[in-house]
Nanobody
Framework: QVQLVEAGGGLVQAGGSLRLSCAASGRLFSRYSRGWFHQAPGKERGFLAAMSGSGDDTIYERSAKGRFTISRDNAKNTLYLQMNSLKPEDTAVYYC?????????????????WGQGTQVTVSS
């Protein structure tokens, strides 16, 4: 049974920071690529950041680059997203996902497992 469980969401003021985590269980995720996505009300789920299985390669969506940092701790099977300088438009449900290949990708359809999401709300 594969499970991804996000945590760390909440309410924060504009300009503040949050660190999301995504704990994986059920398989050896250290070799697989993982990513973060978000979905604002009334909008489609969109890509934010991804990291290869080795951790050597990262991809960021343009609005996330410079503000968000993706990282992973393979010993803990945990993925992180450090979010700084948050803006009200970052308000969304944030999801982590795992793709059963080591190469990172921005394509939502290529991810095999998803977490349940964690709400991030940024007040102005």
């Amino acid at each position: 049974q594969v499970q991804l469980v996000e945590a760390g969401g909440g309410l924060v003021q504009a300009g503040g920071s949050l660190r999301l985590s995504c704990a994986a269980s059920g398989r050896l995720f250290s070799r697989y690529s993982r990513g973060w996505f978000h979905q604002a009300p009334g909008k489609e789920r969109g890509f934010l950041a991804a990291m290869s299985g080795s951790g050597d390669d990262t991809i960021y969506e343009r609005s996330a680059k410079g503000r968000f940092t993706i990282s992973r701790d393979n010993a803990k099977n945990t993925l992180y997203l450090q979010m700084n300088s948050l803006k009200p438009e970052d308000t969304a449900v944030y999801y982590c996902a795992t793709r059963l290949v080591p190469i990172a990708t921005t394509s939502i359809s290529e991810y095999h497992y998803w977490g349940q999401g964690t709400q991030v709300t940024v007040s102005s």
